[in-house]
């Protein structure tokens, strides 16, 4: 079913790294490990991957951070995001939403579980990201902007409807 994808496996627990990665191999697909972010890096220079498996907590840097510097050049590639931490919905939102990520993966998992989901990622298109968008670095500096358009149209057009009102209200009252 996986035709050997090839996978990216960020996980700083060299204990599960060397379990998953094991019972992935096993089960066909080539899996390239890193246990940081700067490990990952290097490799996803030199190799494509099909796919990337991504901790949560990482030594220096979290997961989201490394998905949201991975989708500056890898826009739809499928990630899997796994922690035991990142529960809340703000989170959820973070990860789904604005880094694409394609499922969140509570710790602890059976690597049963996690063959089922990385398979999942090659069956479920990923959709694609939309054309036209900014860098996700620069989504703080528009939500910025957007904010700042918002607060001056509410006092533009806050001051001409009071002014409208105040306007009917005389209209009424000489009625």
């Known amino acids: 079913m996986n035709d050997a994808k090839t996978l990216l496996f960020l996980e ?9 990665c094991a019972f992935l191999r096993e089960k066909g697909f080539r899996v390239e490990s890193a246990r940081t972010a700067a490990e990952a890096r290097t490799l996803l220079a030199k190799m494509p991957v099909d796919a990337a498996i991504v901790d ?4 220096g840097v979290t997961g989201a951070d ?9 826009p739809d590639l499928p990630v899997l995001f796994a922690s035991a931490f990142w529960k809340d919905l703000k989170s959820h939102e973070l990860l789904t939403r604005q880094l694409r990520v394609a499922r969140i993966i509570h710790k602890p998992y059976r690597p049963e579980e996690l063959y089922l989901w990385v398979n999942q990622l090659f069956t479920k298109a990923l959709p694609p990201a939309p054309p036209g968008l900014r860098a996700l670095a620069d989504v ?16 533009e057009y806050g001051s001409r409807l009071k002014d409208k009102v105040g306007g009917l209200e005389v209209l009424l009252g000489e009625a």
């Open 12 to 20: 700083d627990d060299k204990d599960l790294q060397t379990l998953v």
């Open 56 to 59: 949560g907590l990482l030594p």
């Open 66 to 74: 490394f998905i949201r510097e991975l989708r500056k050049t890898q």
């Open 140 to 155: 703080d500096l528009v939500r910025d902007e957007l904010a700042a358009s918002l607060v001056a149209l509410n006092q």
